[in-house]
């Protein structure tokens, strides 16, 4: 593909670190954007490794410049209006989106920002997001911020009925980045699991600590169905990954609920982008209430089935049911008798991994085709 060596991107690397379905979408987006233009990528506070990660080259980073970076955008942007061949993007950051804003003043600052830079010609872009559960205020300054954005899209229809209802009208959909990744290359040293196996990868209770125990009384009725019925009556092993840092603890007590009931293994060191497809390329099914955990095991060949509270899991229902996958949801909150469904589920594996593949390749069709349009026009 053809580059634009006199345009220039901004991004942000700053994320959640410890997740590797920040890593894995991030670097994806990076990916596709150096198709289109030289990246400027704020790295400040991000960790070294992080970077390596993420691919970026010395010179791909912020902290070769010295001044403030939205002067930084400024000045480009500026510059930008006597070179026809050159083009200034500023992207935000992809991924799930929801909560409050800090104060006033900061909202402010960042509309006057907004306001400046799409004056000037910069383009404000935003791939691969959902928002939910937004502050009145937020949802004010969100509708506000869309007006100026170049390319407002949403990964999701249930976050694409959201943003309508708070007003924001300029809107388009684009695919979750998971879908547009590259298949992960083997290990060079495998993880060696012997047998059949299933995998748990699990989050602890996502809601306000008062409902931690109702939702942990839902999800560990579905889990021992699950395990009567794969682990005992299928005779698989049950393997217990994490894919962020912060469920290791509520994974290892998984681990200890079903140590005694059946064959169960668990990975202690956190799985990254080397082993992920050695690990879940070869199970039965993978279950898990992360999003990325689903969205990788598809990528990677596996039957995911989601484990939720449907309600309350938004981005994961939104792209299921955009997906048209539902029947791969098991809502917590409804009577284990649903985990019967894995029965069918087993049966139609073939059938239902075909459809999924097909689905990928039309998505990643779909996301390249609209970087193209949106980073060149074409």
């Not at 510059?79 to 006033?104: C, M």
């Amino acid at each position: 593909m053809k580059n634009y060596p006199n345009n220039l991107i901004f991004c942000s690397a700053i994320t959640q670190y410890e997740n590797l379905g920040d890593l894995v979408i991030n670097r994806t987006l990076l990916r596709n954007l150096r198709n289109y233009g030289r990246l400027i990528v704020d790295t400040r506070g991000v960790p070294d490794w992080f970077c390596e990660q993420l691919e970026l080259s010395v010179d791909e980073r912020y902290s070769n410049y010295r001044v403030r970076l939205r002067l930084l955008v400024l000045l480009f942007g500026l510059k930008a209006l006597f070179n026809l061949n050159s083009q200034v993007y500023l992207i935000r950051t992809p991924g799930g989106h929801s909560g409050s804003i800090e104060n006033w003043i900061d909202g402010i600052k960042s509309l006057a920002w907004f306001c400046i830079f799409r004056i000037i010609g910069v383009r404000i872009c935003w791939f691969g997001a959902s928002i939910e559960s937004f502050s009145i205020k937020r949802e004010m300054f969100e509708k506000w911020y869309s007006n100026f954005m170049h390319f407002y899209s949403l990964r999701d229809s249930i976050s694409e009925d959201y943003a309508r209802k708070i007003g924001i009208e300029r809107l388009a959909s684009f695919p979750d980045l998971a879908w547009l990744m590259e298949t992960p290359p083997a290990s060079n040293e495998p993880m060696k699991i012997d047998g059949d196996y299933v995998i748990f990868s699990f989050r602890e209770c996502p809601h306000k600590l008062a409902e931690t125990v109702e939702y942990n009384n839902n999800l560990y009725a579905v889990l021992d169905a699950i395990v009567k019925l794969v682990c005992e009556e299928w005779s698989k092993k049950l393997v217990i990954s994490y894919q962020v840092t912060r469920d290791y603890k509520f994974c290892k007590g998984i681990r200890d609920r079903y140590k005694y009931d059946c064959d169960v293994m668990f990975i202690e060191s956190q799985v990254d982008s080397q082993c992920m497809y050695d690990l879940y390329s070869r199970a039965s099914m993978v279950f898990s209430n992360r999003l990325h955990v689903l969205l990788f095991s598809m990528v990677c060949g596996s039957l995911p089935v989601a484990v939720i509270d449907l309600a309350a899991h938004n981005k994961i229902t939104g792209i299921f049911l955009d997906a048209r996958l539902m029947r791969l949801v098991i809502d917590i909150r409804k009577s284990s008798d649903e985990v019967e469904l894995l029965r069918s589920l087993a049966t139609d594996a073939p059938v239902i991994e075909e459809e999924i593949a097909l689905y990928r390749k039309r998505q990643l069709s779909l996301g390249e085709a609209l970087f193209r349009r949106v980073m060149t026009g074409a």
